[in-house]
């Protein structure tokens, strides 16, 4: 059963012994920070404050946590089985005679279901403001020592598409300025900053709509991280994720869209062509973000609910909330990379390497140079052109075994010959690119030579006793009383 929003979750929670509840008062000024980190790093609860200093909201923390609140968010025993329904729906052909029409009319039947449902009303309008507001009033946390301010760090901002009317949502941190302003930090690569940028083109208007929602069902919320082409509706894929669709209700003051469970919504506008100085802030990268200018976003309506929950996060050396839940998008997104890169065996993402910096990819080697089309490929595909160092195995290494792979790899490659440079778009939070957006990235061709690719050597195999030996000394090594 989906839950149907954030207080069911976090009710969920408690019920599996996941959740502390914090009754004295912590500051969100740092302290909420502390206690975070510490739980995330020692494999503890997701934290709900109930007494944050300075407001009478409290705040929700680490909600995913852990491997077991992924699971429980996403409301399965393992994400793979997601990615085992979303490759069910890849392979989803026309059926052939009556039995596998028939068969297929339950899937079919459950897709319609995933779309979302506007509705008249919902929590989120329990309170509806449009004077008398401001943004202090809510816990949002001061996470690092020199960051510029309090930031909003798990929003779910919603946008539209000026040319195809499509939504998007995704989640941009908000750094706030004051009692109603706060920065709007999409990156330029993300969808909100394409629909900013065509509006702006436009000139139709000066002013784009944006509305953020804070808190809702576990799998809506996720799904504003989730790097979907674009145009793909998030809320769309929340319903998939949940089986059941988001209700969605209209905004007081716009023409947009909210999840009608929603905890807190900000209602507003982005001035076409008004930029700030926004951060730093305390990364995922483990680092500082450097300051940088980022569009203004004024809100203009704080729509919520008697008693709102503040849903929030931290970010910060791994492994962090965030690892958590980018580890289950490598899971869950294997099988839609696998249909465009089928030679793709496993996939991993080490803590360290903070998503893309580090990918560790083993692939089914059938031509030569195949090692650098799949680094190729990655960089052409979506978010993950991002990825700063790929290195690309045989099939026959574990990747998820970190250790196993330093070893292998450092030993197969020639580096002047293996490693491949390439020039284009990097994270916008990397810090060491010549250019904030722009720069290079690194492939390394750990797989074993061919011929084919000039390798005229013989090529050893690794070492290993056979199967039998090992047997026999197993029985033997009783026997010594080992
Ligand atoms: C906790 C957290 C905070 C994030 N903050 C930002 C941010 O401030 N700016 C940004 O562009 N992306 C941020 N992201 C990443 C985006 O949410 C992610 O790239 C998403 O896929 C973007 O969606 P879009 O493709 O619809 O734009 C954050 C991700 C997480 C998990
Ligand atoms: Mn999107």
Redo the contacts with the bound molecule.
């Keep these: 059963m989906a839950y149907k929003d954030l207080r069911e979750f976090i009710a969920a929670l408690d019920k599996a012994g996941e959740l502390k509840r914090i009754p004295f008062e912590v500051d969100p000024y740092l302290e909420i920070t502390g206690f975070a980190d510490r739980s995330v790093k020692q494999n503890g609860p997701a934290l709900l404050f109930e007494k944050p200093k300075g407001s009478s909201i409290p705040v929700l923390i680490n909600a995913y946590a852990s491997k077991k609140r992924m699971e429980l968010a996403l409301e399965v025993d393992s994400v793979e089985e997601i990615a085992k329904r979303i490759a069910e729906y890849l392979e989803m052909r026309m059926p052939e005679g009556i039995l596998g029409k028939i068969k297929m009319l339950p899937m079919l039947a459950e897709m319609g279901s995933f779309f979302p449902k506007s509705v008249d009303g919902g929590p989120c309008k329990e309170v509806i403001r449009r004077d008398y507001f401001s943004l202090h009033e809510f816990p949002i946390l001061h996470c690092w020592p020199q960051d510029a301010g309090r930031f909003i760090?798990?929003p779910m901002v919603f946008s539209r598409n000026p040319d195809s009317g499509k939504r998007?949502?995704?989640?941009?941190?908000l750094q706030v300025f004051d009692d109603r302003t706060t920065g709007m930090?999409?990156?330029t690569h993300?969808?909100?900053a394409e629909h900013y940028r065509r509006m702006k083109a436009h000139g139709k208007t000066t002013r784009m709509d944006v509305a953020v929602a804070i808190g809702a069902d576990p799998a809506t919320m996720y799904s504003?991280?989730?790097?979907?082409p674009?145009d793909l509706d998030?809320m769309m894929i929340a319903g998939f994720l949940r089986s059941k669709p988001v209700e969605m209700v209209k905004c007081e003051t716009m023409d947009l869209e909210v999840p009608a469970q929603s905890e807190i919504v900000l209602e507003g506008y982005v001035e076409l062509g008004e930029l700030r100085t926004e951060g730093p802030f305390g990364d995922?990268t483990g680092f500082y973000s450097l300051a940088d200018d980022y569009p203004v976003f004024h809100v203009t309506c704080v729509t919520h609910r008697r008693d709102p929950i503040y849903a929030t996060?931290i970010?910060g050396p791994p492994p962090m909330?965030?690892f958590y839940?980018?580890r289950a998008i490598e899971r869950i997104f294997l099988p839609l990379m696998r249909l465009q890169l089928p030679e793709v065996r496993d996939i991993y993402m080490p803590p360290e390497g903070i998503f893309h910096n580090l990918i560790l990819i083993a692939i089914r080697k059938s031509y030569p140079g195949h090692a650098r089309k799949v680094m190729h490929a990655i960089w052409g595909l979506g978010?993950a052109m991002f990825s700063k160092c790929i290195v690309v195995v045989d099939e026959d290494v574990n990747v998820q075994d970190v250790s196993e792979v330093a070893w292998k790899a450092l030993n197969n490659i020639d580096p002047e010959r293996d490693i491949q440079f390439v020039m284009g778009p990097v994270d916008?939070l990397d810090h060491a690119s010549r250019l904030a957006n722009y720069g290079s990235k690194m492939g390394v061709d750990a797989t074993r030579k061919w011929p084919g690719e000039g390798f005229t050597r013989p090529w050893p195999d690794v070492i290993q006793l056979p199967v039998e030996v090992l047997a026999r000394v197993g029985d033997l090594w009783k026997k010594a009383g080992l």
Excluded at 168 to 173: K, L, Q, S
Excluded at 224 to 228: E, K, N, T, V
């Design positions: 760090t798990l998007n949502c995704g989640c941009y941190r930090h999409w990156q993300k969808q909100g504003a991280i989730l790097p979907l674009p998030e995922h996060t970010v909330e965030d839940m980018g978010q916008s």
